[in-house]
C-alpha cells in the first residue's frame, strides 16, 4: 500500500547476493521480541559482539534507542506500536539488502506486527527469536523501575501488566532468560546462526 503515484522502482547494479559474497556471510533479520526485562537488549548485545569478533557485518537496532529518534512521534497505543514494528521491519530489510545481519529487539507485542515483517522479507531471511521469560521474573529484574511505576498506575498500557503480549506461534528460536544465563541464550543464538549457514555465503 503505498500513498504515492507515480513513483517507479530503480534498480541498483549491485544486488544483495553481491555484497553478501563481498562480505562472506549472509544477511538477515534477527527479530528479538519478548517482554520488557525479558532480556532482549542484553542477549542481542552480546551476540552482536560475539559475531563481530568472528567478522560478521552487524547492525542493531533497540526499542528504546529507535524511539529517541526515527519514531520519537510513537507512543504505545496499539496502533502506535504497529507503527513502530512496521517502520522497524522497512529499516531492517533494508539494512539485510545492504548485506548486514541486523539485530533488532523490541517488544513488537503483536503476532500480526511481527507477521507483517516476516512476509515483507525474503525467504529464510526472518529470524524470530522468542526471549521467553515469566512475567514474574522480568517484574523481579526491573532494570528500568518501569514494572513499579505501571503497578502504580503511573504508566498506563504497560506491556504484560494492562496491554497485551502475544507470545510466537512458531519461531525459529526460543531462549528461555529465567531458565538459562546469558551466556548460554547467546550461544545458542549464534549456534542457530551457524548451524543454519548465515555465517558463511
Ligand atoms: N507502555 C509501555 N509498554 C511497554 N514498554 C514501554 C511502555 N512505556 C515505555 N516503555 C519502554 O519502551 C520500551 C519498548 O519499546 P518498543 O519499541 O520495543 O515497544 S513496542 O515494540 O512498540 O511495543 C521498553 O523497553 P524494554 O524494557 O527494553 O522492552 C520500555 O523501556
Ligand atoms: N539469561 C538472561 N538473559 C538476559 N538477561 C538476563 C538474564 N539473566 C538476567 N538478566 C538480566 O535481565 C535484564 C534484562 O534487561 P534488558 O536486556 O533491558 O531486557 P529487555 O531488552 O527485554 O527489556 C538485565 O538486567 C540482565 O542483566
Known amino acids: 500500500m503505498t500513498k504515492s503515484e507515480n513513483i517507479v522502482w530503480h534498480d541498483s547494479k549491485v544486488v544483495k547476493e553481491e555484497r553478501q559474497k563481498l562480505n562472506g556471510h549472509k544477511s538477515a533479520v534477527v527479530w528479538f521480541t519478548g517482554l520488557s526485562g525479558a532480556g532482549k537488549s542484553t542477549i542481542s548485545v552480546e551476540v552482536e559482539k560475539e559475531l563481530y569478533k568472528q567478522g560478521v557485518h552487524t547492525y542493531r537496532l533497540d526499542g ?79 532494570p528500568k523501575g518501569l514494572y513499579k ?22 519461531p525459529e528460536i526460543i531462549v528461555e532468560s529465567d531458565k538459562n544465563s546469558i551466556e548460554e541464550c547467546v550461544q545458542q543464538v549464534v549456534n542457530h546462526l551457524k548451524a543454519k549457514g548465515y555465517l558463511e555465503v
Open 64 to 142: 528504546d534507542n529507535v524511539r529517541h529518534g526515527l519514531n520519537n512521534n510513537l507512543g504505545f497505543s496499539a496502533e502506535d506500536r504497529a507503527e513502530n514494528i512496521r517502520r522497524v521491519g522497512e529499516v531492517a530489510k533494508l539494512m539485510a539488502d545492504a548485506g548486514l545481519l541486523t539485530l533488532t529487539a523490541f517488544i513488537s507485542p503483536y503476532r500480526e506486527d511481527r507477521d507483517k515483517v516476516r512476509e515483507i522479507m525474503d525467504d529464510g531471511e526472518f529470524i524470530e527469536v522468542f526471549v521467553k521469560c515469566d512475567l514474574d521474573v522480568c517484574e523481579s529484574r526491573d
Open 149 to 170: 511505576k505501571a503497578r502504580a498506575g503511573e504508566i498506563k498500557g504497560f506491556t504484560g501488566i494492562d496491554d497485551p503480549y502475544e507470545e510466537p506461534n512458531n
